[in-house]
């Protein structure tokens, strides 16, 4: 795995995830333009995740009993015909097929990085993977900027063909540069998807992690989502694109996901781990105090993606080496793990803003970093304390 094929990885799984999101600072314009209203539009968002999940519950799973030199570059194939099915969409109806579709196909980032994984030696593979994954989160914030710069220079449809070309392009850049490697093990497609369960019954080391991960996830989700209604409304009141530059602050936590793999690899994954989480506490305690103070708001900001990126690139390398046989697997629960912590964080947002405002956001973090820390300090020297190589 040579610091040139971990470069293209990160590219590639960056550009791929990054699909998922050209549509949510387009929903106006994709509503006026197909005669849908606004609320139907967010629906485009919706119907996109959903087809994420069942991507990741039925697909990546295949890479561990398929060829990844011949799958990955297919799956990007695939997402290039549902992104142009996207661009010349007739109606709002087809273009949520079609949205839905194109989140199905988009799991190549979650097939590089346990490609990543059995890729790199020992020694390497935190580093390697952390930097695949910082890669991926570059891709998600930085594919909201530039859809609307896209769009807003020649419409929603142009981000859709440019996407779709730039796929086919990593398409065969992936076909050539991934080596060619034997299935690690050969079952029935059904056995296939049950063992992804079997394999968490099985590993305490897996359960555990995944406790940490979708907390993680569920107060990411919810910061995030109560930051909106918080930076919307006075005294700040910003536009749309205004909060929306606040996300491109993630980029520390993207780098900062990078040096955590490091440290997995010096054999530090759990002090890493806990001090991660002790950071994201303090997040949550000065986010009490940034309801009026707009330099507060982005230190906050900082801190908690470090802190976030670094827990669930930690949690993602300590998974990878519970076994080599089952990376995809394992990639798979942990990315529908996290996923469904967000959704729960996302929903919780709503309702606890409602009751009581930004005040009840930040003492619920508060809540969700003890508790992950309390299981942290329980599992410190049990199930999380497992070896750095795979």
């Known amino acids: 795995m040579t610091r040139g094929l971990t470069f293209l990885f990160a590219v590639a799984g960056g550009a791929a995830v990054g699909n998922l999101y050209w549509a949510q600072p387009l929903l106006d314009f994709i509503a006026e333009d197909?005669?849908?209203?606004?609320?139907?539009?967010?629906?485009?968002?919706?119907?996109?995740?959903?087809?994420?999940?069942?991507?990741?519950?039925?697909?990546?799973?295949?890479?561990?009993?398929?060829?990844?030199?011949?799958?990955?570059?297919?799956?990007?194939?695939?997402s290039a015909i549902a992104l142009l099915l996207c661009a010349l969409a007739p109606s709002f109806g087809m273009l949520l097929v079609a949205i839905t579709l194109l989140g199905v196909t988009t799991v190549s980032g979650q097939l590089l990085a346990p490609l990543a994984g059995d890729l790199a030696d020992d020694a390497n593979r935190g580093?390697?993977?952390?930097?695949?994954?910082?890669?991926?989160?570059?891709?998600?914030?930085?594919?909201?900027t530039v859809s609307g710069l896209i769009a807003g220079a020649a419409g929603w449809r142009t981000i859709y063909v440019v996407a779709a070309a730039v796929a086919v392009l990593f398409a065969a850049l992936?076909?050539?540069?991934?080596?060619?490697?034997?299935?690690?093990?050969?079952?029935?497609?059904?056995?296939?998807?049950?063992s992804v369960w079997t394999v968490v019954r099985r590993e305490p080391t897996v359960r555990w992690t995944l406790v940490l991960g979708s907390t993680a996830f569920a107060a990411f989700t919810m910061f995030w989502t109560s930051l909106t209604f918080?930076?919307?409304?006075?005294?700040?009141?910003?536009?749309?694109?205004?909060?929306?530059?606040?996300?491109?602050?993630?980029?520390a936590g993207a780098l900062a996901a990078q040096r955590a793999g490091r440290l997995h690899d010096r054999g530090l994954s759990v002090p890493a781990t806990g001090i991660a989480w002790t950071l994201l506490l303090v997040s949550f305690v000065l986010a009490a105090f940034a309801g009026r103070s707009v330099v507060l708001v982005v230190v906050v900001i900082v801190l908690l993606d470090i802190a976030v990126q670094s827990?669930?690139?930690?949690?993602?390398?300590?998974?990878?080496?519970?076994?080599?046989?089952?990376?995809?697997?394992?990639?798979?629960?942990?990315?529908?793990?996290?996923?469904?912590?967000?959704?729960?964080?996302?929903?919780a947002a709503s309702?606890?803003?409602?009751?009581?405002?930004?005040?009840?956001?930040?003492?619920?973090?508060?809540?969700?970093?003890?508790?992950a820390l309390v299981v942290w300090a329980l599992g410190r020297r049990g199930p999380l304390a497992v070896p750095p190589s795979g």
């Open 311 to 347: 827990v669930n690139l930690l949690n993602q390398s300590r998974m990878f080496a519970v076994s080599n046989e089952a990376r995809s697997r394992l990639n798979t629960a942990f990315v529908t793990s996290n996923f469904l912590g967000g959704a729960i964080g996302s929903a």
């Open 174 to 194: 992936m076909y050539r540069a991934i080596p060619s490697l034997p299935p690690k093990n050969r079952m029935p497609y059904p056995a296939l998807i049950a």
């Open 351 to 371: 309702v606890l803003w409602t009751t009581g405002g930004w005040t009840a956001v930040t003492i619920a973090g508060m809540v969700l970093s003890g508790f």
């Open 230 to 251: 918080l930076l919307s409304a006075p005294p700040f009141s910003y536009s749309v694109t205004g909060i929306g530059l606040f996300g491109l602050l993630g980029v």
């Open 127 to 144: 580093r390697v993977v952390g930097t695949v994954v910082s890669g991926i989160l570059i891709g998600i914030l930085v594919s909201r």
């Open 34 to 78: 197909l005669n849908a209203s606004t609320a139907a539009a967010g629906w485009l968002v919706t119907a996109t995740q959903i087809g994420y999940a069942a991507g990741i519950l039925l697909l990546v799973p295949l890479g561990d009993v398929r060829d990844r030199r011949r799958l990955i570059p297919t799956m990007l194939l695939c």
